[in-house]
């Protein structure tokens, strides 16, 4: 059973636009949730992460939105840039588990 | 500099002949994983260890091993590759699962 389900596997924006990507999980359990940011060759990389005692947390240009009774998480990026055109991660872990999830990632492709 | 090194970067190997990837981290940390990256699939942990000598099985365990002798070394061993094992390897280290993780650079991994 997939522990982290994240849409969509694709997102074309144009500069200036929001890009919204989607995650929802399964066990209530989960206690963080992080966003991962992953370009081409390289290694995913920290982006923004959540704890499910706020319902937002904002850095820059990135919030993420949290909904503990339906089970969601989305991140947003205001502003897009072509510099953020990246493949994005959500994941579920917390103090109580010692795995990981990850969705299956997004591919966002911001246009000039 | 804080890095997590994975050795080696690429590698085409044939059925059955073992071999091993090299992790390691010098920021002391506790956590480390191993994942694999397949396209639709996201990131799915292999193994992971909460520290030294303390292993478990994370989602897609079969056909691999590890050992952590050391806190700073979690080598990946393949012991009879098969062609389903073609996959990007991520090694990643934190201080727990639930703080950022950091990756390594990945290893592409081509079994014939």
């Known amino acids: 059973q997939q522990q982290v389900k994240q849409s969509p596997q694709s997102l074309i924006v144009q500069k200036g636009g929001i890009s919204i990507i989607n995650c929802a999980y399964e066990?209530?359990?989960?206690?963080?949730f992080p966003w991962y940011q992953q370009f081409p060759g390289k290694g995913p990389a920290l982006l923004i992460a959540i704890r499910p005692d706020v319902s937002e947390k904002k850095e820059g240009r990135f919030t993420i939105s949290f909904n503990k009774s339906a089970k969601q998480f989305s991140l947003h990026i205001m502003d897009s840039q072509p510099g953020d055109s990246a493949t994005y991660f959500c994941?579920?872990?917390?103090?109580?588990?010692?795995?990981?999830?990850f969705g299956s990632g997004t591919k966002l492709n911001v246009k000039p | 500099e804080a890095q997590v090194t994975q050795n080696p970067r690429y590698l085409i190997t044939v059925t059955g002949k073992k071999l091993t990837v090299t992790c390691s981290q010098n920021m002391n940390h506790e956590y480390m994983s191993w994942y694999r990256q397949d396209p639709g699939l996201g990131l799915r942990q292999i193994y992971y260890?909460?520290?030294?000598?303390?292993?478990d099985k994370g989602d897609v365990p079969e056909g691999y091993k590890v050992s952590r002798k050391e806190k700073r070394n979690f080598p990946l061993i393949l012991e009879s590759p098969s062609p389903n094992q073609t996959s990007l390897y991520f090694c990643?280290?934190?201080?727990?699962?639930?703080?950022?993780?950091?990756f390594g650079p990945g290893t592409r991994l081509t079994v014939l």
């Open positions: 990643a280290s934190s201080f727990s699962n639930y703080n950022e993780q950091f």
């Open positions: 066990n209530t359990a989960f206690d963080y």
């Open positions: 994941a579920a872990s917390g103090y109580n588990f010692n795995k990981f999830y």
């Open positions: 260890s909460m520290n030294v000598e303390v292993t």
